[in-house]
């Protein structure tokens, strides 16, 4: 039980930070391009209550990613739907990976602590093998999330780029099919090879990229979580 709670406590904060911040930032951007309808229904905070989604949730900690309820936007009040439903998009993603970026730089900071008079300190070590399986598991779950979100189905940010950039007959098409696409995505996950032959050597091979020679702590933070 004591593991469990651990496992649950170091993953809570990081998941929580990249899933409600992905959503916050698909709202920002449409409130900066014309669109105020997030602000207005007071989405545009941290406050978790407001993003949660209950399945969603329960799902980083099954699975190791999750998601949150979408901030809503009203593209006919952009400035320029078309193309400021791409910026809007990729809000969410992009911010995944500058929270990667950020998750990179507390690994390394972490280490670098570990060569100073601290690491002597009691407690110093009390708190750093949780602080780094956090930025570990921050650095996973925030490319997870934004390399999946990346996927050209809608609803997915990657489908609604892709339907920003095509023709209007194609991007009429891709758009009938947003209704199904979370039954699509599930089919293509738990039914096919998409996961285990394209999306997750993809995210390890970023994870391994951006972390260096701090990926030996991602392979044991991970191993951890989810290693049973």
Do not use: C
């Not at 002597?120 to 009390?126: I, M």
């Not at 489908?159 to 758009?175: D, S």
């Not at 032959?197 to 951006?210: A, E, F, K, T």
Request: net charge neutral.
């Amino acid at each position: 039980m004591d593991t469990i709670l651990m496992k649950l406590s170091v993953m809570l904060v990081p998941a929580l930070l990249a899933i409600i911040l992905h959503e916050v930032a698909h709202g920002y951007v449409a409130d900066r391009l014309g669109d105020p309808t997030a602000r207005l229904l007071g989405r545009l905070n941290l406050n978790p209550f407001r993003h949660l989604d209950p399945i969603g949730t329960v799902a980083i900690f099954v699975f190791g990613f999750g998601w949150a309820r979408p901030v809503p936007v009203n593209a006919s009040n952009l400035r320029n739907p078309r193309r400021d439903m791409i910026w809007v998009s990729l809000a969410g993603p992009l911010t995944n990976l500058a929270l990667a970026g950020i998750s990179v730089l507390l690994l390394h900071g972490i280490s670098f602590l570990e060569t100073t008079s601290l690491a002597g300190s009691e407690l110093f070590t009390e708190m750093i093998r949780p602080l780094r399986i956090m930025a570990a598991f921050s650095l996973y779950i925030n490319i997870l999330l934004g390399v999946f979100n990346l996927l050209p189905i809608p609803p997915l940010d990657g489908g609604r780029v892709l339907t920003g950039i095509l023709p209007g007959k194609q991007a009429a098409w891709l758009l009938r099919l947003e209704p199904f696409g979370f039954v699509v995505l599930m089919a293509l996950i738990f039914f096919t090879d998409v996961w285990s032959q394209l999306l997750s050597p993809v995210i390890s091979l970023l994870v391994h990229r951006l972390a260096g020679s701090e990926y030996i702590y991602v392979e044991k933070a991970m191993s951890f979580l989810f290693g049973g």
